[in-house]
C-alpha cells in the first residue's frame, strides 16, 4: 500500500503519517530527507519528530538516493519528506520516474509526507514559484501511484478521490 500524506506547513501531516506508518507490519524504517546543517530552531524540530518515534523504527537519512533506499528495504517505509528531498536537489532535478518506480516495486507499505504548496501564498521570488511547481509535479507523480492520498488540515484527515473518481 502507497500512502501520500499531503498538508501545509504545521498541518499536523507527519504525526499522522507516522500513526500510519505504525500500523503497519515492522520493520519500519523512517527516511528522513533532511539536512538539517547548522539551523537550531530546526534541528529542535527534528529532535521532536525523533523523540515521538518508536525506538524499534530505523532511521536512514537519505538527503539523495531516495529511489535505491526505497529498493533495497523490507518491511514499511515512511518518507518525510519529499519537499525536503526535492530541495536538497541542485535546480530541483529529481529522479521522480524512479522514485514512482522504486514505490512500485516495493513489496512493504510505503507512506510519503509531502507539503502541499497549491493553497499558499502565491511566492513573490522566481526560485519559490520554481519549487512550489517542482514540488505539485511531484505531488501529482507520486500521487498518480499511490493506492491513498490524504490530506491534513488542522490535524484533520480527509481522504482525496482519484483523478478518475472525479
Known amino acids: 500500500m502507497i500512502t501520500l500524506v499531503l498538508g501545509g506547513a504545521r498541518s499536523g501531516k507527519s504525526l499522522v503519517a507516522e500513526r500510519l506508518a505504525a500500523r503497519c507490519p515492522p520493520p519500519v524504517t523512517y527516511l528522513a530527507t533532511l539536512a538539517v546543517g547548522e539551523d537550531a530552531e ?14 524499534a523504527w530505523c532511521t536512514l537519512e537519505v538527503a539523495s538516493g531516495l529511489p535505491d533506499a526505497l529498493r533495497r528495504l523490507a518491511g514499511t517505509a515512511l518518507v518525510d519528506s519529499l519537499g525536503a528531498w526535492l530541495a536538497g536537489h541542485e535546480g530541483l532535478a529529481v529522479d521522480t ?11 512493504g507499505d510505503t507512506v510519503l509526507v509531502s507539503d502541499e504548496v497549491g493553497l499558499g501564498v502565491h511566492p513573490s521570488s522566481e526560485v519559490g514559484r520554481h519549487f512550489r511547481d517542482a514540488l505539485g509535479s511531484l505531488n501529482q ?13 488542522a490535524g484533520r484527515v480527509l481522504t482525496l478521490a482519484s483523478a478518475e473518481d472525479g
Open 97 to 107: 520516474d524512479g522514485l514512482c518506480a522504486a514505490l512500485l516495486a516495493r513489496a
Open 141 to 153: 507523480a507520486v500521487a498518480a501511484v499511490a493506492d491513498r492520498v490524504l490530506l491534513v488540515v
Open 42 to 55: 530546526l534541528g529542535l524540530r527534528v529532535a521532536a519528530h525523533r523523540a515521538r518515534r518508536p525506538a
